[in-house]
Antibody
Framework: QVQLVESGGGVVQPGRSLRLSCAAS????????MHWVRQAPGKGLEWVAV????????YSADSLKGRFTVSRDNSKNTLYLQMNRLRPEDTAVYYC?????????????WGQGTLVTVSS | DIQMTQSPSSLSASVGDRVTITCQAS??????LNWYQQKPGKAPELLIY???NLETGVPSRFSGSGSGTDFTFTISSLQPEDIATFYC????????FGGGTKVEIK
């Protein structure tokens, strides 16, 4: 079965960087587009970024102003999110999400998330 | 950016009640609309895709309809295990979520 396991979260000071990882299993990782979606404590869902199945195309939310970059290593079945110049408002649970085969914009499997806390 | 407005933001209903949630897009999104359920402390799960298609394994008491700017999500007979927050999501222009509807048992 599809499994997505995020790691790399924790407490980080404002202005610092952090890289999240997502280990995928149970499906052909290299065939699917992947997303990151975040959820601030007690708040709704916010889409962060998407990357194509082969990593040739990636796009992140305009609100992030280029601070976050998504990448993948298909040889390791792993998705990454590099987060730079972190701000307190980036505090959230970050979910790794698989896109559907027909359209990457249907989010059919979600990991359990990793919590990032940005605080001094 | 396309804005998605869900209503109500919360509701309380009895077991067996019919529950309806609406989602309005700020512009025409055709049928590029999905619905997700997020139970407390858990990750979201896909319920409905392309406005009205039930994801495999999802109970048939859940349904969706609509196109253009106005969409509806319905639970035909509310069950205790349906307690959750429900989100709509458009993908006509990148991807945005509605603000969520929290469903509780009366």
């Amino acid at each position: 079965q599809v499994q997505l396991v995020e790691s790399g979260g924790g407490v980080v000071q404002p202005g610092r960087s952090l890289r999240l990882s997502c280990a995928a299993s149970g499906f052909s990782f290299s065939s699917y587009g992947m997303h990151w979606v975040r959820q601030a404590p007690g708040k709704g869902l916010e889409w962060v970024a998407v990357i194509s199945y082969d990593g040739s195309n990636e796009y992140s939310a305009d609100s992030l102003k280029g601070r976050f970059t998504v990448s993948r290593d298909n040889s390791k079945n792993t998705l990454y999110l590099q987060m730079n110049r972190l701000r307190p408002e980036d505090t959230a649970v970050y979910y790794c999400v698989k896109g559907d085969m027909t359209t990457v914009w249907v989010l059919d499997y979600w990991g359990q998330g990793t919590l990032v806390t940005v605080s001094s | 950016d396309i804005q998605m407005t869900q209503s109500p933001s919360s509701l309380s209903a009895s077991v067996g009640d019919r529950v309806t949630i609406t989602c309005q897009a700020s512009q025409d999104i055709s049928n590029y609309l999905n619905w997700y359920q997020q139970k407390p402390g858990k990750a979201p799960e896909l319920l409905i895709y392309d406005a009205s298609n039930l994801e495999t394994g999802v109970p048939s008491r859940f349904s969706g309809s609509g196109s253009g700017t106005d969409f509806t999500f319905t639970i035909s007979s509310l069950q205790p295990e349906d307690i959750a927050t429900f989100y709509c999501q458009q993908y006509d222009n990148v991807l945005t979520f509605g603000g969520g509807t929290k469903v509780e048992i009366k």
